[in-house]
């Protein structure tokens, strides 16, 4: 349990922070945040990772979830960063 | 080790923040871009550092074939099609966090087994809402984008979805509450059946809420493919995971309550309230009744001369602008009157596109500076002293019913005030309705004028009207 409210303590004051930061961000820009964010969200590769790693407390079942888990996370980290690199770059040029 | 390992996270979630600061302007906001992907970066090598991480095979394969894909589909999207890009990519995300919960839940089989693992109630409560989130993020996400493609139609039982939903949601506690308290780790069967109950479910959330909703259904499922992350970062203790989960979270609720606010719509309503068009449209006779001799008809050469005189001229783009691929006949136009000494802007509303701000990425695109991009709230004004406001495929958010009609169904929606320029010219194929499915008195007043015809077609027409004047 002890355990559980520090995460929860974590997860409460990163909202407070996303607000903040978000709320700063210009409505031109609300889609490439969107996929930016998109990719950041790609962030659960890393329990994949972890599942995929051939640690002696897998299974063979776990480890399929884990590598499928991985293809999906890559192609949004992959898709995400880049696509919202294509848009900014859009709006960089004048 | 393990200390080092946590810092990566914390470098990574530190790099996430800064990159998202970046967005706050256009000249930054590639660099914070490039920031985020070092800190993904980080955050990758900080896993493969861990203890329980001892073959990279798989692990090799599976990048691989994920960034094949990604960078395939990054590449080839077109800019019109970015809502359902979005859409699609929260639902891999949302999958992504699914299987990661369930092959938790397996590992912690074994684990249990060797005797290094205790199953918590605050385990199994994050497990299941690891998979709820992350399963209703990966079906509804599909069923945006079968809506947003026009493949699925609004639903006509909105009652029968709604029953499920609640039936669905029932049960899930039900099975929630029999998971922590009986014996979690030999549940096999139970998160099996909880998988495809929260998949259904995902279903049958998205399926009610009519198409034009889909800015905001795709904005809260970007939400949701954040809190999965985070739901997922409880699960397996991983701070890196729980931060950066909330701060997509967060992200999508902000861009969520914008859109909410640009319908005047509350999000119970959205999520609830069925279709605007099938509780508020009205038939074609009707629609037909109200324009029948009251608008009147102009074309593209009266349009040049209206031009030819204008001081201050506002475009105001709708979706229908990027349907008819006119983004790039509206930027030469703009061009040519900026070049005769014309004031152009471009007035954005917060629903122009099919989510939020998708328009300023489809102007962009067509080269056209995001300085000249206006919000509603500082264009409304200016309106008074435009001569001319040509609008380009935009419909009920110029219908001035919406500000001082109580009966209309958009009533109180916050629109653009065309109607206050000298002229206003609207280019639109016909007089069909918009989303909202009413008829727009825009149309009918004495300051506006209607060129039918096929956007791009009738602003090139224009373009070679004007320089033949």
């Known amino acids: 349990m002890e355990m559980f409210i520090m995460s929860l303590t974590i997860f409460v004051l990163a909202v407070f922070v996303g607000v903040e930061v978000i709320n700063k961000v210009p409505p031109t820009l609300h889609t490439p945040l969107m996929s930016g964010t998109n990719a950041i969200s790609g962030i659960v590769v890393v329990g994949a990772i972890l599942s995929s790693g051939g640690s002696e407390h897998t299974t063979v079942l776990s480890t399929i979830l884990g590598v499928a888990a991985i293809v999906l996370a ?14 900014l770059n859009m709006f960089k040029k004048k | 080790m393990q200390i080092l390992i946590n810092l990566g996270y914390l470098v990574a979630s530190v790099l996430f923040i800064y990159g998202i600061k970046g967005m706050t302007t256009p000249k930054t906001a590639v660099r914070g871009n490039q920031l985020s992907a070092i800190g993904m970066l980080v955050a990758v090598i900080a896993a493969l550092l861990d203890h329980n991480v001892v073959h990279f095979t798989w692990i090799i394969i599976g990048v691989l074939i994920g960034a094949g894909i990604g ?19 929260n639902g891999v995300g949302g999958g992504a966090s699914l299987l990661v919960a369930a092959a938790n839940y397996l590992e912690s089989q074994k684990l249990a087994e060797m005797g290094k693992f205790v199953a918590t109630y605050d385990w199994s409560v994050a497990v299941i809402l690891s998979i709820l989130i992350g399963a209703v993020t990966l079906t509804g996400s599909f069923v945006a ?20 939903v609640k039936l669905s949601l029932l049960t899930l506690i039900a099975g929630t509450v029999y998971f922590a308290a009986v014996n979690p780790l030999d549940s096999d069967l139970l998160i099996a059946g909880m ?14 809420i009519g198409g034009a909703d889909m800015p905001v259904v795709v904005s809260l499922l970007n939400s949701y493919s954040g809190l999965a992350g985070a739901a997922a970062g409880f699960v397996l203790g991983n701070n890196g995971l729980i931060i950066t989960g909330s701060l997509v979270g967060a992200s999508g609720i902000i861009l969520t309550s914008i859109m909410c606010k640009a319908m005047n719509r509350s999000l119970t309503n959205v999520l609830f309230g069925g279709s605007m068009a ?10 037909d009744a109200f324009y029948e001799g009251k608008v009147k008809f102009s074309s593209a050469d009266e349009l040049a001369m209206l031009l030819d005189g204008a001081q201050k001229v506002v475009f105001v783009p709708g979706y229908g602008l990027a349907v008819a691929q006119a983004q790039h006949a509206t930027r030469e136009l703009a061009n040519m009157l900026e070049a005769r000494g014309t004031d152009v802007k471009y007035a954005i509303h917060p629903v122009a596109g099919r989510m939020p701000g998708h328009m300023n990425v489809l ?17 409304n004004p200016e309106f008074a002293q435009t001569d001319v406001a040509i609008v380009l495929g935009a419909n009920d958010v110029v219908n001035p019913a919406a500000a001082k009609d109580p009966a209309s169904p958009i009533y109180g929606m916050p629109i653009l005030d065309v109607h206050n320029a ?12 918009g989303f909202a499915g009413i008829p727009n008195e825009l149309f009918i007043r004495e300051n506006a004028l209607m060129v039918s015809g096929d956007a791009k077609k009738v602003l090139q027409e224009t373009i070679s009207a004007l320089k033949d004047l």
Not at chain 2, 422 to 433: A, E, I, N
């Open chain 2, 278 to 287: 099938a509780t508020a449209g009205v038939s074609k006779s009707e629609n």
């Open chain 1, 74 to 87: 890559t192609i949004n980290i992959v898709a995400g960063f880049m696509v919202t690199d294509r848009m």
């Open chain 2, 195 to 208: 998988i495809v109950l929260c998949l259904v479910l995902g279903i049958c959330l998205v399926m009610p």
């Open chain 2, 71 to 89: 960078a395939y589909i990054a590449k080839k999207v077109a800019m019109t099609d970015m809502p359902e890009m979005v859409a699609a990519l």
């Open chain 2, 363 to 379: 102007l962009a695109e067509a080269e056209v500076p995001y300085d000249q991009l206006v919000e509603m709230d500082s264009i």
């Open chain 2, 145 to 164: 984008v079968g809506k947003l493609k026009g493949k699925i139609g609004d639903a006509k039982n909105v009652k029968l979805f709604k029953w499920i």
């Open chain 2, 422 to 433: 000298r002229t206003v010219v609207v280019v639109k194929r016909g007089l069909s309705p």
